[in-house]
């Protein structure tokens, strides 16, 4: 397909839309995207989004607007993605792991111009758009859909060049409170987060970048894949972590750069093709989500391929410190170092004074990657930000060299195979069931998925409930990687001296609880070992 550039948009230095383009000009037929063997090249991709793009300033949408997707990784939701860069409409990817219920509430809270569904999700989206608030246009992405015909909005916008401050993602994340928080990151964030990933970690046209954390995830765009379109990098594209297949995907396809989370990189090496496989191009593998297991960090330097330690959060674009992999080996649980342009600090919890040399306190961050704010929610921006800084709600601890761990966190969100669960969310999602009066759900450490949620429910006075019946309710109401591992009834929650959720207290009872669950299970697999044993001397006989 050949390209030629629109000479009339006039857009700030900073947009990503411009990224696609100038490549396109460039490299019009290097392979942009690799999708399950289908490549699209750079000429193809900038011309699908101009197209795209076009379709939608005609139909009347534009900056102002948001353009909310239920989709898989796939090249038509790069197209869309793109499209909306291009515009000056903001990107609006919405999880294919929630439940209808929990869809609903988030198209509600984003309230879109526009919804765009991938047919694989088509009846998901569809459910959630029957139990949310507001009927916005729908349409299918590819080119037999969006691309061939746009519904008109709601209302027509203005046309107008973009601008670096125009949003250009709206990312969906779980805080410490019941409901999920759309972070809106504008061109200008993801500009700076990008080019800072560049001078860290970077890549260039010759790389083959394997991006396989699900879009609705600010990292399956900020680490890696975005910085790949704009040097001009092959994107292959992974819709669902199956262990063997990405372990022949690294080899077949060459891979030479990756991203991932430590369950993600815990289930590879656990694969029986993980000592055969032929990984000898991959030169970059970086971690995020969570802080990677010593063990693990050991297994995959075994194998001449150390992993490269990162820490971010959503509001920051993600990235915020990063170790490289040579460094990740000597400072185990480490997570690095601030990425160029990003700067930190170790503020004291009780007096919010910032603290110098080694420390530990809540991590602060500040820099022109961090988000414009919260999607329509002034007081939830005021409650992150102090001034110009970010709080992340993380412990932290710096020591003398400037390298930084993580040490807790002071919010109460846990971590499940890479996932933020909000215990908040959870809890609502429970005290639903009509025989559940309170409920408290707190993380516990899982040696495959990092931590799982254990929920401590105080049932309805006289009520007969059961765990079968609670997990049962959990399933219909939340994502899979948010149902609590284990259920225990309590007659009461306990409570601090100011009447807030003693937290620390359930943690400590729901590891033992998990703790005396797995040596019973232990037990019983050594009790049926030895009837087993048993069970063939006798036959011998």
């Given at each position: 397909?050949?390209?030629?550039?629109?000479?009339?948009?006039?857009?700030?230095?900073?947009?990503?839309?411009?990224?696609?383009?100038?490549?396109?000009?460039?490299?019009?037929?290097?392979?942009?995207?690799?999708?399950?063997?289908?490549?699209?090249?750079?000429?193809?991709?900038?011309?699908?989004?101009?197209?795209?793009?076009?379709?939608?300033?005609?139909?009347?949408?534009?900056?102002?607007?948001?353009?909310?997707?239920?989709?898989?990784?796939?090249?038509?939701?790069?197209?869309?993605?793109?499209?909306?860069?291009?515009?000056?409409?903001?990107?609006?990817?919405?999880?294919?792991?929630?439940?209808?219920?929990?869809?609903?509430?988030?198209?509600?809270?984003?309230?879109?111009?526009?919804?765009?569904?991938?047919?694989?999700?088509?009846?998901?989206?569809?459910?959630?758009?029957?139990?949310?608030?507001?009927?916005?246009?729908?349409?299918?992405?590819?080119?037999?859909?969006?691309?061939?015909?746009?519904?008109?909005?709601?209302?027509?916008?203005?046309?107008?060049?973009?601008?670096?401050?125009?949003?250009?993602?709206?990312?969906?994340?779980?805080?410490?409170?019941?409901?999920?928080?759309?972070?809106?990151?504008?061109?200008?964030?993801?500009?700076?987060?990008?080019?800072?990933?560049?001078?860290?970690?970077?890549?260039?046209?010759?790389?083959?970048?394997l991006a396989m954390l699900p879009q609705f995830h600010v990292a399956?765009?900020?680490?890696?894949?975005?910085?790949?379109?704009?040097?001009?990098?092959?994107?292959?594209?992974?819709?669902?972590?199956?262990?063997?297949?990405?372990?022949?995907?690294?080899?077949?396809?060459?891979v030479t750069a990756m991203m991932g989370v430590p369950t993600q990189?815990?289930?590879?090496?656990?694969?029986?093709?993980?000592?055969?496989?032929?990984?000898?191009?991959?030169?970059?593998?970086?971690?995020?989500?969570?802080?990677?297991?010593?063990?693990?960090?050991?297994?995959?330097?075994?194998?001449?391929?150390?992993?490269?330690?990162?820490?971010?959060?959503?509001?920051?674009?993600?990235?915020?410190?990063?170790?490289?992999?040579?460094?990740?080996?000597?400072?185990?649980?480490?997570?690095?170092?601030?990425?160029?342009?990003?700067?930190?600090?170790?503020?004291?919890?009780?007096?919010?004074?910032?603290?110098?040399?080694?420390?530990?306190?809540?991590?602060?961050?500040?820099?022109?990657?961090?988000?414009?704010?919260?999607?329509?929610?002034?007081?939830?921006?005021?409650?992150?930000?102090?001034?110009?800084?970010?709080?992340?709600?993380?412990?932290?601890?710096?020591?003398?060299?400037?390298?930084?761990?993580?040490?807790?966190?002071?919010?109460?969100?846990?971590?499940?195979?890479?996932?933020?669960?909000?215990?908040?969310?959870?809890?609502?999602?429970?005290?639903?069931?009509?025989?559940?009066?309170?409920?408290?759900?707190?993380?516990?450490?899982?040696?495959?998925?990092?931590?799982?949620?254990?929920?401590?429910?105080?049932?309805?006075?006289?009520?007969?409930?059961?765990?079968?019946?609670?997990?049962?309710?959990?399933?219909?109401?939340?994502?899979?990687?948010?149902?609590?591992?284990?259920?225990?009834?309590?007659?009461?929650?306990?409570?601090?001296?100011?009447?807030?959720?003693?937290?620390?207290?359930?943690?400590?009872?729901?590891?033992?609880?998990?703790?005396?669950?797995?040596?019973?299970?232990?037990?019983?697999?050594?009790?049926?070992?030895?009837?087993?044993?048993?069970?063939?001397?006798?036959?011998?006989?």
């Amino acid at each position: 397909m050949s390209w030629t550039a629109d000479p009339d948009i006039d857009d700030g230095p900073h947009t990503v839309g411009r990224w696609i383009v100038d490549r396109a000009t460039r490299s019009p037929e290097r392979i942009a995207i690799d999708d399950r063997g289908v490549t699209t090249d750079y000429a193809t991709l900038a011309a699908r989004s101009s197209g795209l793009a076009d379709g939608l300033r005609q139909a009347g949408y534009g900056p102002g607007d948001r353009i909310a997707t239920v989709s898989g990784n796939a090249t038509d939701h790069v197209v869309a993605f793109f499209a909306c860069a291009i515009a000056g409409i903001a990107f609006v990817p919405l999880s294919w792991r929630l439940t209808p219920r929990e869809l609903a509430d988030v198209l509600t809270r984003s309230a879109p111009a526009l919804v765009l569904i991938e047919d694989e999700h088509a009846a998901l989206a569809g459910e959630a758009l029957r139990l949310a608030d507001a009927t916005p246009p729908v349409a299918v992405l590819g080119t037999t859909g969006i691309e061939a015909s746009v519904p008109r909005p709601p209302r027509r916008r203005v046309r107008r060049p973009v601008r670096d401050d125009d949003p250009l993602l709206v990312i969906f994340t779980s805080g410490s409170e019941a409901a999920p928080k759309g972070v809106v990151l504008t061109h200008a964030n993801c500009f700076w987060n990008n080019l800072a990933l560049a001078q860290a970690l970077p890549l260039t046209q010759d790389d083959v970048v394997l991006a396989m954390l699900p879009q609705f995830h600010v990292a399956a765009w900020n680490c890696q894949p975005l910085l790949a379109w704009w040097v001009g990098a092959t994107v292959v594209l992974e819709r669902s972590f199956q262990p063997a297949r990405v372990l022949q995907l690294v080899a077949d396809r060459k891979v030479t750069a990756m991203m991932g989370v430590p369950t993600q990189y815990a289930l590879l090496a656990g694969d029986r093709e993980w000592r055969t496989t032929d990984a000898s191009a991959l030169r970059l593998a970086l971690v995020g989500g969570a802080t990677m297991p010593v063990q693990l960090q050991e297994e995959w330097t075994a194998r001449g391929i150390p992993l490269t330690q990162g820490y971010g959060l959503t509001e920051a674009a993600p990235n915020v410190l990063h170790l490289p992999a040579d460094e990740s080996i000597e400072s185990p649980g480490a997570v690095g170092r601030p990425y160029p342009h990003v700067s930190v600090r170790i503020v004291d919890p009780a007096s919010g004074l910032a603290l110098e040399g080694e420390a530990t306190g809540e991590l602060w961050v500040r820099g022109p990657s961090v988000f414009a704010g919260y999607l329509d929610d002034v007081d939830a921006t005021a409650r992150a930000m102090s001034g110009e800084w970010l709080r992340t709600g993380d412990l932290a601890s710096r020591d003398a060299s400037g390298v930084y761990r993580i040490v807790d966190r002071l919010k109460d969100i846990f971590i499940s195979g890479g996932e933020n669960v909000a215990p908040a969310e959870v809890e609502h999602a429970l005290c639903l069931h009509p025989l559940i009066e309170a409920a408290a759900v707190v993380g516990v450490s899982d040696a495959v998925w990092g931590e799982r949620g254990v929920a401590f429910v105080v049932p309805v006075a006289g009520a007969a409930l059961s765990v079968d019946e609670v997990l049962t309710h959990a399933r219909r109401n939340l994502a899979a990687f948010k149902i609590p591992v284990h259920v225990e009834f309590v007659d009461t929650l306990p409570r601090s001296t100011i009447e807030k959720l003693a937290r620390s207290r359930l943690r400590e009872e729901a590891a033992l609880l998990v703790e005396r669950r797995r040596e019973q299970e232990d037990r019983a697999g050594e009790r049926a070992h030895t009837v087993g044993r048993e069970r063939t001397k006798g036959e011998s006989r």
